[in-house]
């Protein structure tokens, strides 16, 4: 992955539909009336209170199986520090090969216990410049299409969706050659307004962290991608910086975009950036990281939408620091980064 963000890729770890429904139906699908309540130590996973939080809590995400293998394995103590995880909703990353029946699995999901879904989708072609996270649709069209199932399968239920991590980035700073870059841009707008003529769904176009350090550079971007169109942008996708530098870099940006609304991703944000390692891969599963604020829409500011955790904590931004490939359930990192956080 790049230097910016580090982003989860590993599709084939993700929960297919058929067998998201069954896992549903074991855990009573968190809808009835107790769904809002507090799980004790053995329960299963429910949602957070609405009125907070919107979003769908998934009960049968990695790190709500690590809470299992814990119990059962007597170790209680780790079952509630991965706990601090698994019963706060997180980005469901929809995959390349069945990118409709996912998104009608998570959206219905999240319809039957009357919260929303959050669909991150990263597909782009040519996408993170051959790094840990390469790969994306073979090319435009097929891209398209990929899109087009995602609408299909959302449909008119709720859903929230972060738009393609890191390709606005990569057009700016020259990493996408340069014969890829008009196409990148019909992409986004073509999703942006696919998406958006959907009856229930908000879009937020990603737009760096505040690291990278130059709205300046990437407004302009933002609006020949669409952005008029979108309901706003996301910044922090898989990163660590602070929410109010975050909140900083953002307004910056929504100022210069017709005050555009955005979101920040806190998943990992709580201790800040790592500043020890080198700058290149500084973003890539830094040590003594820790869980941010956990997800709401009760933010410190009008225009920040939502905290979110669109990075799933836990998961591996890539083979470095003695990772796993990008995206794979990384215990031991996920058992750090809940330990270090505030109960």
């Known amino acids: ?17 058929l067998v998201l429904g069954a896992a549903l ?7 009835s009336g107790d769904g809002d309540k507090k799980p004790d130590a053995g329960a299963k996973i429910t949602q957070q209170p609405k009125g907070a939080d919107p979003i769908w809590v998934n009960p ?28 706060q909703p997180t980005g469901e ?46 090319d435009g069209d097929s891209y398209r299409a990929w899109i087009d199932a995602v609408a299909q399968g959302i449909a008119d239920r709720k859903a929230t969706l972060v738009l393609e991590p890191d390709a606005l980035l990569h057009l700016v700073d020259g990493c996408t050659p340069a014969q890829y870059q008009a196409e990148r841009y019909d992409l986004l707008a073509y999703a942006i307004t696919k998406l958006k003529s959907l009856k229930n769904t908000k879009v937020y176009l990603d737009a760096g962290n505040a690291g990278w350090g130059r709205p300046d550079e990437i407004y302009q971007p933002l609006q020949r991608a669409g952005i008029t169109k979108a309901d706003g942008f996301a910044v922090n ?13 953002g307004k910056q940006l929504s100022a210069k975009t017709g005050n555009k609304h955005f979101v920040i991703d806190t998943s990992r944000n709580g201790n800040g950036p790592y ?10 599963n830094p040590p003594g990281r820790s869980l941010g604020e956990t997800p709401t829409t009760k933010t410190a500011d009008p225009l920040v939408d939502a905290y979110l955790w669109i990075k799933r904590p836990g998961e591996s931004d890539g083979e470095c620091k003695g990772g796993p490939k ?10 750090k980064l809940a330990q270090a956080s505030t109960p």
């Open 326 to 335: 990008a995206g794979q359930w990384w215990p031991t990192y996920a058992l």
């Open 237 to 249: 996708v898989s990163n660590f910086y602070s929410t109010q530098d975050s909140i900083a870099y």
């Open 25 to 31: 139906l074991m855990a009573g699908c968190s809808s």
């Open 93 to 138: 990353w929809i995959g390349p090969e069945n990118p409709k029946a996912e998104a009608q699995g998570f959206t219905e999901a999240a319809d039957r216990a009357g919260r929303t879904a959050l669909l991150v989708l990263y597909n782009i072609p040519h996408r993170d410049c051959g790094q840990y996270s390469q790969g994306g649709a073979g």
């Open 1 to 17: 992955m790049y230097g910016s963000q580090g982003t989860p890729v590993s599709f084939g770890t993700r929960t297919s539909a």
């Open 60 to 87: 049968d995400t990695n790190a709500a199986r690590q809470v299992a293998t814990y119990v059962k394995a007597g170790k209680t103590a780790d079952a509630e520090q991965i706990r601090k995880i698994a019963e």
């Open 275 to 284: 500043t020890d390692g080198g700058t290149d891969e500084n973003w890539c």
